[in-house]
């Protein structure tokens, strides 16, 4: 068992989401980053989808209970396990009574921390994550969370190559369907500005600050959106849908992102720059090589 002793900004319990109830209106959800959370499961060969803890922002400190082994990959940060330090993308034993604490980020915002066999939470929908409107399930101080005892290892921990999260202002995306409604002139503005993400920005969607595009494109009849989604409000500026967005929407959908740069703007804070890049040709595209 793990008991919540002080809380960041955020921390919540995810997997990969739920993929079977968009048809009745129920978001996707799951971790932000997902590429981060995948690679935590697999350096403690758990299955993909066990649940893990997603912590957003600094100032976590997490009491363990029973033994086991853990990894944290994400966002780069000043990490403590009883006072000693220690990294990302490892595998580490862990005793009864160890605490963990997250420190500064110096780069990214989210850090994935996963356990020997996943954390044991209820399956609601087939997930453990969030539903939002529903089942926040936002963890506060003094909550705990079950887990498998490990016996300790003697042999050596797993690791693999730091991921580094890229902060650069480039988004790679896709035409939205309804892209070829506006002016080239509009789409040319819509490309060339810089925008800044929004404090009030959350696991739902990314408001963006700064200059407004003139366009007169009315709502569109509701249709299907998704996690990557860019929309373009009625107030001139773009919307970026995150994994908790709603299923549907009556803006019009100007771009769509790429899986890998969802994942690298979830490790994006308020106040990052981003710029979109249209890729040209099949939706299949990846991300172009620099």
């Not at 997997?15 to 968009?22: A, I, M, V």
């Not at 100032?59 to 209970?65: A, K």
């Not at 373009?232 to 803006?251: A, S």
Request: hydrophobic letters at 35%; aromatic letters at 8%.
């Amino acid at each position: 068992m793990i008991e919540i002793i002080r809380t960041g900004s955020q921390l919540c319990i995810v997997d990969l989401g739920r993929y079977k109830y968009r048809r009745y209106g129920v978001p996707i959800s799951g971790a932000m980053d997902i590429r981060s959370g995948v690679r935590a499961n697999s350096l403690l060969h758990n299955t993909l989808n066990v649940a893990l803890l997603e912590m957003y922002m600094p100032g976590h400190q997490l009491l363990f209970h029973q033994n086991t082994r853990i990894a944290l990959t994400g966002a780069e940060s000043e990490l403590y396990l009883n006072d000693k330090r220690i990294y990302t993308d490892q595998v580490y034993s862990v005793a009864r009574k160890s605490k963990l604490t997250v420190g500064a980020m110096s780069r990214g915002s989210r850090i994935y921390l996963a356990v020997q066999d996943g954390f044991q939470s209820s399956i609601i929908l087939g997930s453990r994550s969030p539903i939002p409107g529903y089942l926040n399930r936002t963890l506060t101080r003094g909550d705990r969370l079950e887990y498998n005892n490990v016996a300790h290892s003697t042999r050596l921990s797993s690791s693999i190559s730091a991921l580094k999260i890229d902060n650069t202002q480039q988004i790679y995306c896709h035409q939205g369907p309804e892209w070829h409604l506006f002016h080239h002139k509009s789409q040319k503005a819509l490309l060339s500005k810089v925008y800044k993400i929004d404090i009030k920005s959350d696991r739902m969607g990314y408001r963006l600050q700064g200059s407004k595009t003139k366009c007169k494109i009315k709502s569109i009849y509701s249709s299907a959106v998704m996690p990557g989604t860019v929309q373009f409000l009625p107030d001139g500026l773009p919307l970026i849908l995150m994994r908790d967005c709603q299923t549907t929407g009556g803006y019009p959908r100007i771009f769509q992102i790429i899986e890998e740069d969802i994942n690298q703007l979830a490790q994006r804070r308020p106040g990052d720059e981003v710029q979109f890049q249209l890729i040209q040709g099949s939706i299949e595209n990846e991300r172009p090589i620099p």
